[in-house]
């Protein structure tokens, strides 16, 4: 055991196959501490990355309303990947929709209706680009300033995933107050998984569920596209199955010490734990070995 005197070991790093010219990284459990801040070395980090030429994306479950504790970091594109793929910000511009990649109307309402019969006691809420609406039986909202409280079948019976006030659907939020987070993952993705891509990245039992084939990874795909940038020379950090496709994706990943068993099992590097500055100390080694 460490002594509060000693620092954390930091495990061995190893070096990318390839110079790498963008870093992609989750936030909540990845790059900010536990506390949901950057510290002063991550910050260095990140701004030494940019001014030596490589990219920066935070990739995020999170939705644009919830990226402040990032916008002041963020430099050159300005560029963020929120609501696990479904939507591309422009941090520079108050969080501007890039692109949004919808979960269709009548998928989502296919998704709800197949997960609520096979899981009892389940509740869910609807991520829109203005806010979310959530049901009476889902933990609440109540700092979010874009929380609706009706139901999600109410929601979604009519209308198409563009024709509504409240904006096209970036993800469900599925939660139960009982279950295993991986159980309840595994019966809702058997249950629902033709209608949308499942996934959790929260350590309760609370699943995400986007339009089919969008994820981290497939949207860090297309904005590495669009720059000329292949897989090779990207470098990826998670910790939590939404995190799995990307850091299979990049070139070179780090799973977080503190990172889901799953996640740990599927990558072959490490990195030191987020309340460590685990990504800082990636990001300063390949500024090290940099010509």
Not at 88 to 113: K, Q
Not at 218 to 228: D, I, N, V
Request: glycine share 8%; aromatic share 4%; net charge negative.
């Amino acid at each position: 055991m460490t002594s509060a005197t000693e620092q954390p070991e930091t495990p061995a790093l190893r070096r990318p196959a390839a110079t790498p010219r963008l870093i992609a990284t989750d936030l909540d459990g990845t790059l900010l501490r536990d506390d949901k801040t950057v510290s002063d070395r991550t910050v260095a980090a990140l701004a030494a990355a940019e001014a030596a030429g490589i990219d920066v994306f935070f990739v995020t479950g999170r939705p644009a309303r919830w990226m402040d504790v990032v916008s002041d970091h963020v430099h050159g594109h300005g560029l963020a990947i929120c609501a696990n793929g479904a939507a591309v910000v422009d941090l520079h511009d108050g969080g501007r929709f890039v692109e949004v990649r919808p979960l269709d109307r009548a998928a989502a309402l296919a998704a709800v209706e197949s997960v609520r019969a096979a899981v009892p006691g389940v509740s869910f809420a609807v991520e829109h680009t203005t806010g979310i609406l959530y049901e009476t039986r889902y933990p609440p909202f109540y700092l979010d300033p874009g929380a609706v409280i009706d139901s999600a079948e109410h929601l979604l019976a009519n209308g198409s995933s563009a024709d509504t006030p409240d904006g096209p659907i970036l993800k469900l939020l599925a939660h139960h107050p009982d279950l295993c987070p991986d159980d309840f993952l595994a019966r809702a993705r058997s249950a629902g998984g033709a209608h949308g891509s499942f996934t959790r990245s929260s350590p309760t039992a609370l699943l995400e569920i986007s339009g089919l084939g969008v994820s981290k990874a497939s949207t860090l795909a297309q904005c590495c596209a669009e720059r000329g940038i292949s897989p090779e020379e990207v470098v990826a950090f998670g910790d939590m199955p939404n995190d799995l496709e990307m850091l299979s994706w990049a070139g070179t990943s780090y799973a977080m010490a503190n990172a889901h068993p799953e996640v740990l099992a599927s990558t072959t590097n490490r990195t030191a734990a987020n309340t460590e500055d685990g990504v800082a100390a990636v990001i300063e080694q390949i500024l090290h070995g940099l010509p």
